[in-house]
T-cell receptor
Framework: DAKTTQPNSMESNEEEPVHLPCNHS???????IHWYRQLPSQGPEYVIH???SNVNNRMASLAIAEDRKSSTLILHRATLRDAAVYYC??????????FGGGTRLMVKP | DAGITQSPRHKVTETGTPVTLRCHQT?????MYWYRQDPGHGLRLIHY???????DKGEVSDGYSVSRSKTEDFLLTLESATSSQTSVYFC?????????????FGEGSRLTVL
């Protein structure tokens, strides 16, 4: 299965943009790139996903490199409520999500 | 919010006793999953189901069994609980559309095996 690599932790200031990177150099052509986040003491929550083109939704934006070997989750204005662990995951037609270690985002007021 | 509930939310039991965790959904989604989460390991898939009576193993299935006799319920059973199965267990559901695979997670069940 394709794997992803993310930094263990990142810090951001409140109301500033945050760019969370993810490397997936062994991605296959049919793998979708998914992002989930997990707030303390809660189950993971879907954030966004994409295949080739950049994607935007109410929570975030996803920028996918042209060669698809990396992607970046963009939070346009971080709030204290965005402090969480963010998981970058590759999903194939088997429809099983395999979670890696994720990036712990800390937001400073 | 997706209609997914787990029970019990907290349980303390002793080594060697059987334990069953229940996941109930009201969304009529095809796929259901059980994950466990431990410090330093993230979430790991235990078992999943792709329909009534259709289940398969995940990466950490030893010591666990599952059953799905109807669409809305997915049961996880520890036949003889061990201390290594102390963990937080999450159920998730998905419509299973290829490429979408958006999972909705329950709030988790914290199991302590003494």
């Amino acid at each position: 299965d394709a794997k992803t690599t993310q930094p263990n932790s990142m810090e951001s200031n409140e109301e500033e943009p945050v760019h969370l990177p993810c490397n997936h150099s062994t991605i296959s052509g049919t793998d979708y790139i998914h992002w989930y986040r997990q707030l303390p003491s809660q189950g993971p929550e879907y954030v966004i996903h994409g295949l080739t083109s950049n994607v935007n939704n109410r929570m975030a934006s996803l920028a996918i490199a042209e060669d698809r070997k990396s992607s970046t989750l963009i939070l346009h204005r971080a709030t204290l409520r965005d402090a969480a662990v963010y998981y970058c995951i590759l999903l194939n037609a088997g429809n099983m999500l395999t979670f890696g270690g994720g990036t712990r985002l800390m937001v400073k007021p | 919010d997706a209609g997914i509930t787990q029970s019990p939310r907290h349980k303390v039991t002793e080594t060697g006793t059987p334990v069953t965790l229940r996941c109930h959904q009201t969304e009529n989604h095809r796929y259901m999953y059980w994950y466990r989460q431990d410090p330093g390991h993230g979430l790991r898939l235990i078992h999943y189901s792709y329909g009534v009576k259709d289940t398969d193993k995940g990466e950490v299935s030893d010591g666990y069994s599952v059953s799905r006799s109807k669409t809305e319920d997915f049961l996880l059973t520890l036949e003889s609980a061990t201390s290594s199965q102390t963990s937080v267990y999450f159920c998730a559901i998905s419509e299973g559309q290829e490429g979408t695979g958006e999972l909705f997670f329950g709030e988790g069940s914290r199991l302590t095996v003494l």
